[in-house]
Structure formats: C-alpha cells, structure tokens
Nanobody, 124 residues
Framework: QGQLVESGGGLVQAGASLRLSCAAS????????MGWFRQAPGKEREFVVA????????YYADSVKGRFAISRDNAKDTVSLQMNSLKFEDTAVYFC?????????????????WGQGTQVTVSS
C-alpha cells in the first residue's frame, strides 16, 4: 500500500521561504503525477501544483505562479515544493498527492493517494 509523508512545514513571516518535501514509499510512484493541495481553515481543499512523470510538465494554480516551484526526484521517490515570497493567504495545511499518469491533479477526485498534511503558517 502506497504512503506519502510530508515534512518541512512551519511558522514564517510574510515574504519568507519554506521548502516542503514529500517522501513516497510502499509503491512505485515514478509513473504517477505528483502534486500538492492545501486547505485553509473553513475552506475547501484546493489544488496548488502538479508535476507529471519524467519531463511531463508542471501545472500551477494562478495564486502561486511565480512564487512556488515543484520538483521531483524519481530515483528517491520524493517531491519537493519550494515556496518563496510567502503571503498570509498561503496559510494552510499542505497535502502531498499522487494520481494517475494522465492526470494533472486539478481536482481532488483525481487523487489516488494523500499524505497526512503539514501545517504552513505565514504571519503578516
């Protein structure tokens, strides 16, 4: 059974940077589309970014374009999210996600595996 484990969340001031990591295990995820969602208090879970398998392209929510960057290391089965110029509205629990190769994960319905989430809090 596949498992995704996030790390790297924390409390930072607006304008700072954070790097989230997601380690996959128990399954071969190199062919999967990997990505990140987030959920703020009282709001629905929303798509943030996705990266398809080897060289297949990246997709970003408009709210994070130019500030966030996703990368993956298939040899290590890890996915990272570099978050720069953080804003108060980026505060949320961030979830690592994995879906089928044809997906770009712009809907939670396309997600096959979820991580447990890591809290990111940005103080204004």
């Amino acid at each position: 059974q596949g498992q995704l484990v996030e790390s790297g969340g924390g409390l930072v001031q607006a304008g700072a940077s954070l790097r989230l990591s997601c380690a996959a295990s128990g399954h071969t995820f190199s062919s999967y589309t990997m990505g990140w969602f987030r959920q703020a208090p009282g709001k629905e879970r929303e798509f943030v970014v996705a990266i398809r398998r080897r060289g297949g392209g990246t997709y970003y929510a408009d709210s994070v374009k130019g500030r966030f960057a996703i990368s993956r290391d298939n040899a290590k089965d890890t996915v990272s999210l570099q978050m720069n110029s953080l804003k108060f509205e980026d505060t949320a629990v961030y979830f690592c996600a994995a879906g089928p190769p044809w997906s770009i994960l712009n809907s939670s319905r396309e997600v096959d595996y979820w991580g447990q989430g890591t809290q990111v809090t940005v103080s204004s």
